[in-house]
């Protein structure tokens, strides 16, 4: 009996320690290297998860520059990119380079007018119709006689009228009446201070806002820094309008509540362009209607809380070219309220006739200064008499 137990015993052990050697041996077999996948360079790239945006690697390197904790332990801060500035087209000669699309809707002037001095005989009932053509582009009734008696003395006079000698007949006495000897900067660098300070206004749809923005690229393709005044608290999308042409040349944008007081805005605006040391400030009014005497004295009023800072070095109105002698109207009351400096025509590339320049100029006794010439943004233009002249009678 003992030796039968003796005997399991020793089978136990024998077969325990067998069992250990196995586990032993097990344990130091080292566990094969996970199997490398070769990327299918043909396979489609996974689709995203539903409700998730694809990452370009731009955004990844965005997201891992905002994922970075920062030294001492606080949040991570977002890295915003500075918006891309766009470079305004050069001012310089910019009216002679729109000169074709000005052509195209402004010389049936010009060419109606070398067409009736071109006729074998001039007669009473021509010199009538020279008078039409001129009533009808919006010229005016004043500035209309000035020129057709202008323009009988030196037929008479030349004798001979060829096409080229016509041409050159009307060129110069249109010349006249449009005005060369003005002075058409817009003063915008007074010589004692900074910020020049430029206030534009205008009625409701004449483009005016456009305008603003429109003018502060001409200002910083001319090398000037530019301080925007939204000063429109009325309509809700000015103040968003005018800031984003700002943004796209790197001009600060000023603005206040909806419906708050325009002279605050507009104040704010040019201390801030003081501050700055900014070179102009440019304020952009809301469109009032010329028939509400109380949003015109609240004109008034805006620009003499302007000018507790500094005196308005221009003040600009913007009328929509296609109305015609109905701008005229508009013109006197605006005048009547805050000084009118300058003229800007807009529109003037639609069905706008050309004399409204010479009507408006005898109106108000001041110059035009800018035209608009078309929806682009460096559609806006210096008055350049010359190249006016040569798009209203052609080639």
Excluded at 87 to 99: D, I
Excluded at 192 to 211: A, E, L, Y
């Amino acid at each position: 009996m003992e030796t039968v137990i003796l005997a399991v015993v020793i089978a136990v052990v024998v077969l325990g320690a067998l069992g250990g050697l196995v586990v032993g041996s097990r344990r130091k077999k080292p566990l094969p290297p996970p199997p490398t996948s070769v990327p299918d360079i043909t396979a489609p790239p996974a689709e995203p998860h539903i409700g998730d945006e694809a990452e370009t690697p731009r955004d990844e390197a965005r997201r891992t520059i905002e994922e970075v904790d920062l030294p001492d332990g606080s949040a991570p801060v977002a890295v915003e990119e500075p918006p891309v500035l766009e470079v305004p087209e050069p001012t310089a000669g910019r009216l002679v380079r729109l000169r074709s699309r000005l052509s195209r809707s402004q010389s049936a002037l010009g060419q109606g007018l070398l067409t009736l001095l071109s006729r074998e005989h001039l007669d009473e009932d021509t010199w009538e119709e020279i008078e039409d053509t001129l009533i009808t582009a919006d010229v005016g009734v004043a500035p209309t006689q000035e020129l057709v008696d202008a323009l009988r003395e030196r037929v008479k006079v030349l004798g001979t009228r060829t096409p080229q000698e016509l041409r050159a007949l009307l060129r110069e006495e249109l010349l006249k009446l449009v005005g060369t000897d003005v002075d058409r900067t817009v003063k915008t660098e007074p010589e004692d201070r900074k910020p020049g300070i430029v206030m534009v206004v205008g009625v409701n749809g004449t483009g005016k806002t456009t305008t603003t923005g429109k003018l502060a690229r001409v200002l910083v393709a001319d090398g000037r820094t530019v301080v925007l005044g939204a000063a429109d608290t009325f309509r809700a999308a000015a103040a968003d309008q005018l800031q984003t042409w700002g943004e796209r040349v790197g001009a600060h944008t000023v603005r206040g509540p909806e419906a708050g007081d325009p002279a605050s805005v507009a104040f704010d605006a040019v201390k801030e362009g003081k501050e700055m040391g900014v070179d102009v400030v440019l304020i952009d009014t809301a469109g009032r209607l010329h028939t509400k005497t109380g949003l015109m004295d609240e004109l008034g009023k805006v620009k003499r809380v302007v000018e507790k800072h500094a005196p308005l070095d221009e003040v600009l109105l913007v009328l929509d070219a296609t109305t015609g002698q109905n701008g005229l109207v508009q013109a006197r009351v605006f005048a009547e309220v805050v000084d009118i400096t300058g003229i800007v025509l807009t529109k003037l590339d639609g069905t706008a006739k050309g004399g409204i320049v010479v009507a408006v100029q005898r109106e108000l006794g001041v110059p035009v200064k800018l035209i608009g010439l078309g929806e682009g943004a460096d559609d806006l233009a210096p008055f350049e008499p010359e190249a006016f002249v040569d798009a209203l009678i052609g080639d």
